[in-house]
């Protein structure tokens, strides 16, 4: 079984930034799919961004261009750098490993 733990969420006015971690308890190298999902109150979750082993990131169209994805194989870790943030990116932020494991979420909120 594969331990994911997020950090970095909280609270921050629209423009702010933050900086979401994703750490697992083996190394990431080994996956070929790593991503970020979110879930707003009363929706269902989507995926956010997406990072293959390849290099290639693919976002959702509402993040392009203010969200970027990237990870750390040595310190086993996985980052999403959000910039830019509005209010409808309020939501429980999610690290997915493999298509298979997932953490417990950080919340992340906007305020207007």
């Known amino acids: 079984q594969i331990h994911v733990e997020e950090s970095g969420g909280g609270l921050v006015q629209a423009g702010g930034s933050l900086r979401l971690s994703c750490k697992t308890s083996?190394?990431?190298?080994?996956?070929?799919?790593l991503a970020w999902y979110r879930q707003a109150p009363g929706k269902q979750r989507e995926m956010v961004a997406r990072?293959?082993?390849?290099?290639?990131?693919t976002y959702a169209d509402s993040v392009k261009g203010r969200f970027t994805i990237s990870r750390d194989n040595a310190a086993k870790r996985l980052y999403l750098q959000m910039n830019s943030l509005k209010p409808d990116d309020t939501a429980v932020y999610y690290c997915?490993?493999?298509?298979?494991?997932w953490g417990q979420g950080t919340q992340v909120t906007v305020s207007s």
């Open positions: 997915n490993v493999a298509n298979s494991y």
């Open positions: 990072l293959s082993t390849g290099g290639t990131s």
């Open positions: 083996i190394g990431m190298s080994r996956f070929n799919a």
